[in-house]
C-alpha cells in the first residue's frame, strides 16, 4: 500500500494552523521536520480541492513550498518513537513519553505524548517556557495557559504548585490531547477547554499568565493578557524570535507592562512581564 506524502517548509508562525487545516483535508499522520512537516494520508483519499485552497491561501501569506510525492506503508509510530527523545531541561526536569524508561530520577517528570498537538520541549520555545517556570513560584498560585497545545506548561504549573490552572486552545484536537496527558500526569487542578481568549470568561484575576503561542496572537492579545493579570502577576511569553523582541515590549508598554527578564536559545526568545507601578 502507498501514502500520499506531502512535504511543507515553512515558519513556525504558520506551521500548526497549515497543519490543522490539512487534518481538516484528510491527512491524518504529521512528523515535524526541521524546516517544517511531513504530512501522510492512504493514497488520494484526501480532498484535493481542499488542499489546493490551503496552499493557495498560506503562499499568498507566508514563504512556503510545498512538494508532494508518494512512499510505501510504514509503521508511523514505530518511526515517530524511535525519532522522539525525552527532553531534560535545566537537569531538573525531564520530559517523556509513556514508551521512554528513565533510570535517573529527576525532581520533576512530565510524561508528554503529543499526537498532532504541539508542546514536546523539543521546540525551543518550549523549551524556553518550561525552563523559566522552573525559576518562578507558582505554589498556591492561579495560573492561566493561553493556547495550551499538549498542555505541557499546565502541567509543569500543577506539578509546581499552583492552586489551579486555566487552560484552553482553539484545536480540538490539541483540548483532546491536553486532556489525555493531564489525565496520565494526575494533575486534577487543571481546567481545559475549547476556544480562544477573546471569546472565552474567567472570574477573577491570575497570578501567572503563560502564552507560548506567535508573535501575531501575542501582540493582538496583549491587552487582554493585561486584563487578566494580577497587579503583582507575572506575565511569561514565547513563540516569537529574537529580533522580536522590540516589537513585544512597544506593545505590553502600551499596557503598562514592563520587562522582567529575558531568555533566548537558538534565535527564539522568552519575555518575563509585569505590571508597571503608575505614580
Not at 490539512?22 to 512528523?31: I, N, P, T, V
Not at 510545498?66 to 509503521?75: A, G, L, P, S, Y
Request: proline content about 1%; hydrophobic content about 40%; aromatic content about 10%.
Amino acid at each position: 500500500m502507498y501514502y500520499s506524502r506531502l512535504q511543507v517548509s515553512c515558519d513556525h508562525d504558520f506551521l500548526e494552523l497549515i497543519m490543522a487545516e490539512m487534518g481538516e483535508a484528510g491527512f491524518d499522520s504529521f512528523l515535524e521536520t526541521e524546516n517544517g512537516f511531513e504530512a501522510y494520508v492512504e493514497m488520494e483519499k484526501y480532498d484535493k480541492v481542499q488542499l489546493q485552497a490551503i496552499k493557495d491561501k498560506y503562499s499568498r501569506l507566508t514563504q512556503v513550498q510545498f512538494f508532494h510525492d508518494r512512499i510505501e506503508k510504514q509503521n508511523w509510530n514505530e518511526i515517530w518513537e524511535r525519532n522522539y527523545q525525552p527532553i531534560i531541561v535545566e537537569d531538573t526536569c525531564v520530559i517523556r513519553a509513556d514508551f521512554h524508561k528513565i533510570e535517573k530520577v529527576y525532581p520533576y517528570e512530565l510524561i508528554i505524548t503529543p499526537k498532532m498537538s504541539f508542546g514536546t520541549g523539543h521546540h525551543e520555545t518550549t523549551y524556553l517556557m518550561i525552563k523559566n517556570q522552573l525559576q518562578i513560584n507558582h505554589q498556591h498560585k492561579r495560573v492561566m495557559d493561553a493556547g495550551c497545545g499538549t498542555a505541557i506548561l499546565s502541567i509543569m504549573a500543577s506539578k509546581l504548585g499552583a492552586k489551579a490552572v486555566e487552560a484552553f486552545d482553539i484545536d480540538e484536537w490539541s483540548v483532546s490531547n491536553g486532556k489525555e496527558n493531564i489525565e496520565v500526569n494526575g494533575c486534577l487542578n487543571i481546567h481545559q477547554q475549547l476556544g480562544k481568549l477573546g471569546e472565552l470568561t474567567f472570574a477573577g484575576k491570575f497570578d501567572i499568565i503563560l502564552a507560548n503561542i506567535n508573535k501575531n496572537v501575542l501582540l493582538d492579545e496583549m491587552n487582554l493578557y493585561k486584563e487578566y493579570l494580577d497587579d503583582d502577576g507575572l506575565l511569561l511569553i514565547s513563540g516569537f524570535y529574537t529580533h522580536d523582541i522590540p516589537d513585544l515590549l512597544r506593545q505590553a508598554d502600551l499596557y503598562n507592562l514592563r520587562e522582567a527578564g529575558r531568555d533566548e536559545r537558538e534565535q527564539w526568545a522568552a519575555l518575563k512581564l509585569t505590571h508597571t507601578t503608575i505614580k
